[in-house]
Structure formats: C-alpha cells, structure tokens
C-alpha cells in the first residue's frame, strides 16, 4: 500500500501537508462588539439597566466608571466617537465633582437642586420616546412586512352564444305537441273557427305577463290538432315579424319564446 500524505491547505497553488511552526495569531485579531447604541442617552441607560439600579437615584460614580470604561474600549476598537459621548462624559464628571466638593457658606442656606435632576429628567424622556419607537417598529411595516398586490383586473364581458334555433327543432316541438293532443284528444260536436291573428294576439298577451314561455306551454291540448296548427302558425308570424324571439338555451333543451316588446 502506497502511503498518502494528506493535504491541509493549499496556497496559491502550492499544497501543504504540515502546519507551519511559526504560525501567530494576535490576541485581538478577531474582536466581537455585542451591544451597539444610538448615542451617549442610550449607553447611560443600558448601564443603569444593566445594573438594576432606580434611575431616580444615580450612584453618579460608578455608572460614570463604566462609561468611561466603554468609551476607552471603543477608542482601543479603532471607533470613532461623536462629540456628543465625550460631552456626556463631561457631564458626569461635572456632576460627580459637585457632589463630592463641599459647598461654600454662603450657599449652604440656599435650596439647590440636585445635580442630577437634569440628566434624570433627560434619561426619563429618552427611555418614553425609545420605547414607542420600538413599539412602532413592531407594528408590520409596507415593502417589508406587508406587500401590495398589483394586479390589473379587467372586466370581462362574456357574450352569450346561444344556439341557433332551425326548423327541424321546431318542428321536432311541433310532432311533440301533436302527440300529446293525440293522446287528449275529444270528441267535438261543434267546431268552432280559430283566427291566428286572435292567437297572436293571446300569445303577445301571456308573454306580457310572464315574458317568457315554454314552447310548449302556448298550446291548449284540448283544442286538438286544429288549435295546435293555428297557435304554430300564430307564433312562427309573430318570429317573423320580430315580435318574439325563439330561444334554446343548450343544443337539445326544450325551446323558450320571448317577448320583445317592451
């Protein structure tokens, strides 16, 4: 069996098989930053925070350490600092100082306030306006929690194409009809004469009230096979002069007539 060396890495083409014994790595060649502010207000409240300390009551020193402390870290991290943390810098040191320093006499009658009721006051507004805006950012945003659909909707206009009616249809309703008639046929004594103007006229009529029909359902069965030719030729005059119009609404349904008069 050949013996195969291993290749741990390869540099600029050039592969190698041992680590170097001279490889150094810097203590601070990789550094990690966890917590970020917005400003000098933010950092002295995450202290207080941190601490769990009231902010009505400051202990002035050791919250002004440790900003201290983090202003240095950040100048050892290369950041550069805005003027308004090295001003708040300023600021405790200066109230830390008048606390510590005795007061002349001539002011010890008088009622001065606290050094530190500004900066309070300051670290109580800042704390009410980061929270709203927190809560404001939580609410779901437009382009990035919530997308508006674009979509262009037009109205559709189906027509409606409905089957041509032809003579063989209608006489395959009319065949239908006689069969029926047929069937309650009756034993007439006296014939009496029927006009297709007056059927007309009587199909114009219930189509007025109904507006639409069934074929089927403008002949009288019992005026047998006479009232069936007349009430046929009486609506194919009425087709003709374009006072009904003859519908099916589906190849082999059962024919419908319309009225067009309004």
Same mark, same amino acid.
């Given at each position: 069996?050949?013996?195969?060396?291993?290749?741990?890495?390869? *540099?600029? #083409?050039?592969?190698?098989?041992? *680590?170097? @014994?001279?490889?150094?790595?810097?203590?601070?060649?990789?550094?990690?930053?966890?917590?970020?502010?917005? #400003?000098? +207000?933010? +950092?002295?409240?995450?202290?207080?925070?941190? @601490?769990?300390?009231?902010?009505?009551?400051?202990?002035?020193? @050791?919250?002004?350490?440790?900003?201290?402390?983090?202003?240095?870290?950040?100048?050892?991290?290369?950041?550069?600092?805005?003027?308004?943390?090295?001003?708040?810098?300023?600021?405790?040191?200066?109230?830390?100082?008048?606390?510590?320093?005795?007061?002349?006499?001539?002011?010890?009658?008088?009622?001065?306030?606290?050094?530190?009721?500004?900066?309070?006051?300051?670290?109580?507004?800042?704390?009410?306006?980061?929270?709203?805006? @927190?809560?404001?950012?939580?609410?779901?945003?437009?382009?990035?929690?919530?997308?508006?659909?674009?979509?262009?909707?037009?109205? *559709?206009? +189906?027509?409606?194409?409905?089957?041509?009616?032809?003579?063989?249809?209608?006489?395959?309703?009319?065949?239908?009809?006689?069969?029926?008639?047929?069937?309650?046929?009756?034993?007439?004594?006296?014939?009496?004469?029927?006009?297709?103007?007056?059927?007309?006229?009587?199909?114009?009529?219930?189509?007025?009230?109904?507006?639409?029909?069934?074929?089927?359902?403008?002949?009288?069965?019992?005026?047998?096979?006479?009232?069936?030719?007349?009430?046929?030729?009486?609506?194919?005059?009425?087709?003709?002069? #374009?006072?009904?119009?003859?519908?099916?609404?589906?190849?082999?349904?059962?024919?419908?007539?319309? #009225?067009?008069?309004?």
């Amino acid at each position: 069996m050949s013996n195969e060396v291993t290749v741990i890495a390869t *540099l600029n #083409g050039t592969p190698f098989h041992d *680590l170097p @014994q001279d490889l150094y790595i810097p203590p601070d060649a990789l550094e990690v930053l966890l917590d970020t502010f917005e #400003g000098p +207000l933010d +950092l002295l409240l995450y202290l207080i925070r941190k @601490q769990n300390v009231d902010i009505l009551n400051i202990p002035i020193a @050791q919250i002004t350490r440790q900003y201290i402390e983090y202003i240095r870290l950040m100048t050892a991290l290369n950041i550069e600092l805005a003027a308004d943390y090295l001003v708040m810098a300023a600021l405790l040191a200066e109230i830390k100082s008048r606390l510590l320093l005795p007061r002349p006499r001539e002011m010890e009658k008088v009622d001065e306030e606290d050094p530190r009721v500004t900066l309070i006051r300051r670290l109580q507004a800042y704390e009410i306006i980061k929270a709203v805006a @927190q809560e404001i950012d939580s609410c779901p945003r437009l382009e990035r929690d919530i997308f508006l659909p674009n979509v262009e909707c037009e109205t *559709l206009v +189906l027509p409606e194409n409905l089957p041509d009616v032809s003579l063989t249809e209608l006489l395959r309703a009319l065949q239908q009809v006689l069969k029926r008639t047929e069937q309650h046929s009756h034993h007439q004594i006296i014939k009496e004469p029927l006009s297709v103007r007056e059927r007309m006229s009587l199909i114009l009529l219930r189509l007025m009230d109904v507006k639409e029909s069934l074929f089927t359902q403008l002949f009288t069965i019992n005026e047998g096979r006479q009232g069936v030719v007349v009430t046929f030729l009486a609506i194919l005059e009425l087709s003709k002069e #374009g006072l009904i119009e003859i519908l099916q609404i589906e190849p082999f349904a059962e024919l419908r007539v319309r #009225g067009r008069i309004a």
